[in-house]
């Protein structure tokens, strides 16, 4: 059995992701990334791939992982590792124009209507999980002790 490992960026800015619009209609997005290499490590697929892809520089220290996706079929296992980093939303150009039209920084709500699977299962879960984490660090901020309020 063939066994394929791809690396996916889930660069975020607030509730914006950057996403990657491929040629052709319908539209679809993707997430910068690609397949590693025999000897490559994950985080060092996603940063040549993404360099490869658009202009946009990452060293390892700025990707942190979250989680991985996999799909088996008869004949394979792909395997998806998503890592995240918190960028600024600038303006970074497409080097590999025969497969990809722009680059777009969306609120992940709308991007998600317009990617594949596995990449709106990783988007959907980060934002809901750094909701989730946000109201838990509020309500904590928001919580005094009994004894603090006598």
């Known amino acids: 059995m063939k066994k394929i490992v791809k690396s996916r960026l889930l660069a975020v800015s607030g509730t914006k992701i950057m996403v990657l619009k491929k040629m052709g209609t319908p539209t679809r997005y993707t997430l910068p990334g690609g397949i590693k290499k025999r000897k ?3 985080e060092e697929a996603l940063i040549r791939e993404t360099g490869e892809e658009i202009t946009l520089k990452l060293i390892e220290e700025q990707v942190q992982f979250y989680l991985s996706h996999i799909k088996r079929t008869d004949t394979e296992t792909i395997n998806k590792n998503y890592y995240y980093a918190r960028l600024k939303p600038s303006k970074i150009k497409v080097l590999e124009k025969h497969k990809f039209e722009k680059v777009l920084w969306l609120n992940w709500k709308k ?3 317009f990617t594949d699977k596995s990449d709106c299962m990783a988007i ?3 934002f809901k999980n ?4 946000q109201k838990r660090e509020q309500n904590y901020e928001c919580q005094v002790s009994s004894r603090i309020a006598m």
């Open 111 to 113: 991007a998600i209507e």
């Open 40 to 42: 490559e490590t994950e």
């Open 130 to 133: 750094i909701g989730k984490k």
């Open 124 to 126: 959907k879960a980060y």
